[in-house]
């Protein structure tokens, strides 16, 4: 009973794959043009699916934050702003 949940390896669901894609052609896109950009910069500049949130901007790139592939840095006015790490 519940085996699937009991721990063992699991396949990632459809919204964890369709979010590892977009994570990757956000990194294919911030390596192009790396100087830092907000969330509502990166959605302007095609950086994310057509109809993507700023939420789940945020959320996807605070992901990568999270592993390291994806500098924030607070600036004036409060405002984040993201960069690819290694530049």
Do not use: C, D, H, Y
């Amino acid at each position: 009973r519940n085996s699937a949940k009991s721990g063992g390896e699991r396949k990632p669901t459809k919204t964890q794959t369709e979010n590892a894609a977009i994570k990757e052609g956000l990194l294919a896109a911030m390596a192009e043009n790396p100087e830092p950009k907000t969330v509502a910069e990166l959605i302007a500049a095609g950086a994310f699916p057509e109809g993507t949130s700023s939420q789940k901007a945020t959320a996807l790139l605070t992901q990568l934050v999270r592993v390291g592939l994806v500098k924030r840095e607070e600036v004036k006015g409060g405002k984040a702003v993201f960069s690819p790490v290694g530049e």
